[in-house]
Nanobody, 123 residues
């Protein structure tokens, strides 16, 4: 099993920054795709960013490209999401997720999930 715990959410003003952390237990990220997703009230869960541990390949949603950065610290089984230039539209619960196998941005195919951390951006 893989357990994921997010932290780092909070309330920030538009234009500010936050860094989210996802601490994983069970195994390293070398054989997994690690993703960040977010869900706002009344909205479907959407892809934000992902990283493949074996290659360090990363991918981002167009809405966050250039503002957010995902990274992995394999030695501590931790994935980070650095969020800069935050906008009110970024307000959501942010979830860390993991899966084995092929790369995908489809949240339905991710196997393991954290419970989420709230990010609120005020304008």
């Amino acid at each position: 099993q893989v357990q994921l715990v997010e932290s780092g959410g909070g309330l920030v003003q538009a234009g500010g920054s936050l860094r989210l952390s996802c601490a994983a237990s069970g195994r390293t990220f070398s054989t997994y795709v690690m993703g960040w997703f977010r869900q706002a009230p009344g909205k479907e869960r959407e892809f934000v960013a992902a990283i493949r541990g074996s290659t360090s390949n990363t991918g981002y949603a167009d809405s966050v490209k250039g503002r957010f950065s995902i990274s992995a610290q394999i030695a501590t089984n931790t994935v980070f999401l650095q969020m800069n230039s935050l906008k009110a539209e970024d307000t959501a619960v942010y979830y860390c997720a993991a899966k084995s196998g092929p790369w995908t941005v489809n949240y339905l195919l991710y196997e393991f999930w954290g419970r989420g951390t709230q990010v609120t951006v005020s304008s």
